[in-house]
């Protein structure tokens, strides 16, 4: 065998070199241009909806690969789906009808998938392109959007505005919100006011007084309000006594002196009313005021006509737990009521305080009060805030979807039932802890112009925590 003898490095370098030019030189099949052109030029479907007469047009991205529609009619025939296309010169669909299977897969009937893609192919002779094309369904959807929350916030939380300065000190103890003002009841300097809710959502504080000539009496002339479509009230911490009656004061203008529309002693009605208060009014003004006492012994109710038209006090005999941050709302358009307090769970009951059913304990958060269930856009929701009684407990708002059962009472008996019953929502007001919890929980549902729901407001307060205000958009389809 014959031997190679480099006398340097550098000859070996150039041989090599000059074998890995001539392997490089080794000639490969070219590129041989063809007329078989295979682009899609537009595509649709030509028999969509529940006749099969509807032509959708495609949208198609070349770049991707990928043919997209809008969303079809439930009742479309997805088992002979037809396509029609404009593509090159000689080219053609490898099929024209596709079988897209929502049978299993469907959520409007089984809970799954609510779009499906297949590979559509174009060819021509030996070419062909393959773009993946999405059917999507057209089904319906319910309820708030809670991943697209819209925030105000003017609590302890860092993530928003400081605190509001009234909330210092256990100064303020009540709260109200009807969708365009936020009420604040305190005894701090200023004294209690209204606040735009359009103002508080571009950062901007312009309180309006509330004149409150002629409001005095009781423990403190002022703890506990409400705020119902327009309408202010404002309640005194009484003793529930001839020299200490319960004081019901009602504004429409915050300019002019306050209405005194009740001064009220009940008979049986416990002691030191106002510590909460309970505004169960509909749209003419008519309905109840709940009262909790502070030893949590009774709930007094009053009967309202017209706003402003005072009668047929009542007292109750407090179930078990009821706490002095009580709280007993209507469910709309039913006889129920939510029955709260820190110390109890959940409970349902009816105008006279008789509890029918009740939550367990771990249901949800024991602190929970000022529990609402609320109707929005087809789903029926939960909402309450916690109290910071003791420890490190927090405050926060809470959202659970309760949409299933037919009654309030079978929604809540299945939401009971259920393993998982992790909130949709959630928004952390942080605290302090206080022996004066004091808390409000309150919602709107602002309508479109056809009457539909279409925007969902949830509010909340703690003493010495702030409070805020957090808009949720009507879930939609994203296209």
Request: aromatic share 10%.
């Amino acid at each position: 065998m014959a031997k190679f003898i480099f006398k340097s490095p550098a000859t070996m370098i150039a041989l090599l070199m000059l074998l890995f030019i001539v392997a490089c030189q080794k000639k490969y099949p070219k590129n041989v241009d063809s007329s078989d052109g295979v682009l899609l030029k537009t595509i649709k479907i030509v028999n969509a909806g529940a006749n099969g007469s509807t032509v959708v047009e495609g949208v198609i991205d070349e770049n991707r690969k990928t043919i997209s529609f809008p969303r079809l009619d439930t009742l479309s025939n997805f088992n002979d789906l037809r396509f029609e296309g404009v593509m090159s010169d000689g080219a053609v669909l490898e099929k024209t009808s596709y079988k897209f299977d929502f049978k299993e897969d469907n959520p409007f009937f089984m809970g799954g998938k609510s779009s499906l893609t297949q590979i559509l192919k174009v060819v021509n002779n030996q070419r062909f392109r393959e773009y993946f094309v999405t059917v999507r369904l057209n089904i319906p959807v319910y309820g708030a959007d809670f991943g697209k929350p819209q925030i105000s916030d003017y609590t302890n939380n860092e993530l928003g505005n400081p605190v509001y300065p009234s909330f210092t000190g256990a100064l303020t103890r009540g709260s109200g919100f009807d969708g365009e003002y936020v009420l604040v009841v305190t005894r701090a300097a200023g004294g209690s006011h209204l606040l735009k809710a359009s103002d508080l959502r571009k950062n901007i504080i312009d309180p309006i007084p509330l004149n409150q000539a002629g409001v005095s009496g009781g423990t403190f002339p002022v703890c506990a309000g409400a705020q119902v479509n327009g309408h202010t009230y404002i309640v005194n911490l009484s003793g529930n006594s001839a020299a200490s009656p319960l004081k019901i004061y009602h504004w429409t203008n915050p300019a002019a002196a306050p209405e005194l529309i009740a001064s009220l002693v009940v008979p049986d009605g416990g002691v030191r009313l106002g510590d909460n208060m309970s505004a169960n009014l509909d749209s003419d003004g008519n309905g109840y005021f709940f009262f909790g006492d502070n030893a949590a012994t009774r709930v007094v109710r009053v009967k309202v006509t017209g706003y402003t038209q005072i009668s047929e006090p009542a007292a109750f005999v407090s179930a078990t737990g009821s706490s002095y941050v009580m709280s007993f709302n209507r469910v709309v358009n039913t006889s129920d009521y939510i029955y709260t307090g820190y110390d109890a769970p959940i409970r349902l009951a009816n105008e006279s305080a008789v509890v029918s059913y009740a939550l367990s304990n771990d249901a949800v958060p024991l602190r929970g009060s000022d529990a609402h269930v609320i109707n929005f856009n087809g789903e029926r929701y939960l909402i309450m805030t916690t109290a910071a009684r003791t420890g490190t407990e927090p405050v926060v708002l809470y959202v659970y979807d309760i949409s299933k059962g037919g009654t309030t009472r079978e929604a809540l008996e299945l939401f009971n039932a259920r393993p998982d019953k992790a909130p949709v929502y959630q928004y952390s007001l942080l605290g302090p802890v206080t022996a004066n919890c004091f808390l409000q929980t309150r919602w709107s549902i602002t309508k479109d112009s056809e009457g539909k729901d279409a925007k969902l407001t949830l509010y909340a307060a703690h003493t010495d925590a702030g409070f805020v205000v957090i808009d949720f958009p009507k879930k939609a389809l994203d296209d």
